[in-house]
């Protein structure tokens, strides 16, 4: 990463190109500058963007997927943030940072900047809450830096008594009650790679990051409700349905720039399954996790779940922001480049019944005795949990169901995490498939292609990974394994040609006999 943002020394200022200066909003909130108040100064940066060429997109659908860590550099969005002034300038950098220090240092990082990581494939199912450092992360900007005792929130819109809240009031029991709850968050990219493999889409980096496995995550989240807090600043006027949140990071959209900004609708607060919080597995909300506020919504897409919360407002329609109204939309099929509009595609809420193999993984060659120890997540939002886990070694027409006592225990808005020792005969190339069934009876549909939309979003599909299978319960296999442990030679990679005969001359002769040599005798 560091080497890598040595390379943003690309002047970006040439003399014909206007100078940028946009302060902060508040002091001691580094990194935070007010988009949305003020539609002069969003017009004033657009007109900066306007001047520069930034980097293009990287091909990464059509060309492999560059073999390094991170994957993807964000380097335009790096140069958004440099091209607006010093107080953003230094953010990308300053953000990354913070990855060092707060996310373990084998994360995948699929995005440089906005960050965007996941765990291990094998630490992400190793314990049903994830910790904290194993989370992954989904950014739109850069990390802002807000001291607790310095923070506050401004609940306002179509609420009968506005008001300023405190990280102080908001912990204060005798006003709010606390409430903790388990909360499994997904992106809906999580397993976006398998759509980019077979069908590619839409190539923004940022929106479409090629997400494996990992971007799934379950913590006990603790704060307040956020209907209480409604409820403090007098109920909602006649006429509000949805509840807007802003956060302060900055956000660019073509060539427009703004605050972090989406709703939900209000029938959602009004359960109690919008949580403000500030604790994330008992210990403080780390800053690249939205401290010192983050809303987290149970059940729906994870771009729902606010971080670095700073404003609430009450509305009546669903916010015209763009996070809300130009993405994460589910588009039909026949939907693309050619013909997409934003009123055409559905915005993405509920996350649907889902679940992945985590072990083993992809073009795995597995030396086994009969049986393929499987492990992996299952997940269903809006309100439901798995019932059932089952898994396929044959591609999906015979399936095996795993034994409940593998089940890890059941939440209303959790994933369950599962294991099995799968009956393998076969050998060679295999298909492993897993699906969930969830509560409602609601499973996942059994192919890729069913789910590819062109933003490539929910791939919901049956989880299916190719691995070699070597059976050696079976004679013949037995047999070689111990004949190359004999000689000492190694059976991986298993593309390697062996370098001893395959058969002896003799073993040769007598097996043709068995099997009637090789031509018909008459």
Request: glycine share 8%; net charge negative; charged share 25%.
């Amino acid at each position: 990463m560091d080497s890598l943002n040595a390379r943003l020394d690309i002047p970006l200022r040439e003399p014909s190109h206007p100078q940028a200066y946009f302060a902060e909003e508040e002091e001691k909130w580094h990194g935070y500058i007010e988009w949305e108040k003020y539609p002069e100064k969003k017009a004033r940066a657009a007109e900066i963007l306007s001047h520069y060429s930034f980097a293009g997109e990287p091909e990464f659908q059509l060309a492999p997927i560059p073999d390094r860590n991170p994957k993807l550099e964000g380097v335009r969005w790096k140069q958004y943030h440099a091209a607006l002034g010093p107080t953003l300038a230094n953010v990308p950098q300053e953000s990354w940072d913070f990855v060092k220090k707060e996310k373990a240092e084998d994360m995948i990082h699929v995005l440089d900047f906005p960050y965007n990581g996941e765990p291990p494939k094998d630490r992400l199912v190793s314990t049903p809450l994830t910790r904290n450092e194993d989370h992954f992360v989904r950014n739109h900007g850069g990390i802002p830096t807000i001291k607790e005792e310095d923070w506050f929130l401004d609940v306002g819109g179509m609420v009968s008594k506005p008001q300023r809240l405190t990280m102080e009031d908001l912990k204060n029991e005798a006003i709010f009650p606390r409430q903790t709850n388990v909360v499994t968050l997904q992106c809906s990219g999580t397993r976006r790679i398998e759509q980019i493999h077979e069908y590619p889409g839409d190539g923004d980096e940022l929106i479409n990051a090629p997400w494996g496995e990992g971007a799934i995550g379950t913590a006990r989240w603790t704060g307040v409700s956020l209907k209480k807090v409604i409820k403090y600043c007098g109920g909602l006027k006649e006429g509000a349905k949805h509840i807007e949140f802003m956060g302060v990071d900055t956000y660019f959209k073509k060539g427009q720039v703004f605050n972090y900004v989406v709703s939900v609708p209000w029938r959602k607060v009004k359960i109690h399954e919008v949580l403000l919080a500030w604790e994330m597995n008992g210990k403080p909300l780390p800053k690249i996790h939205g401290h010192p506020l983050r809303t987290v919504v149970f059940g729906y897409i994870g771009a729902r779940s606010v971080k670095w919360l700073n404003r609430i407002n009450a509305i009546a329609e669903p916010s015209t922001a763009p996070v809300q109204k130009k993405e994460y939309l589910y588009y039909s099929p026949q939907m693309g480049k050619h013909n997409a509009t934003y009123s055409s595609g559905f915005s993405i809420q509920d996350m649907p019944v889902s679940s992945a193999i985590m072990s083993p993984t992809d073009q795995a060659v597995l030396i086994h005795d009969g049986k393929i120890n499987m492990r992996g997540w299952a997940y269903s939002g809006g309100g439901h949990w798995p019932e059932r886990v089952e898994v396929s070694g044959d591609g999906g027409s015979v399936w095996y169901e795993t034994p409940y006592e593998k089940l890890s225990q059941k939440f209303y808005h959790a994933w369950r995490l599962w294991e099995i020792d799968l009956p393998v005969d076969a050998e060679g190339w295999l298909e492993l498939v897993v699906r969930c069934w969830d509560n409602a009876l609601n499973t996942q549909p059994t192919f890729v292609r069913s789910t590819w939309n062109w933003d490539l979003h929910v791939t919901s599909s049956c989880h299916r990974v190719k691995v070699f299978s070597v059976n050696t319960s079976r004679p013949a296999t037995a047999k070689r394994m111990r004949q190359l442990e004999e000689k000492g030679i190694g059976f991986f990679p298993l593309t390697k040609p062996l370098s001893i005969d395959l058969e002896e001359d003799e073993e040769y002769e007598t097996e043709m006999q068995r099997r009637g040599g090789r031509d018909p005798e008459e």
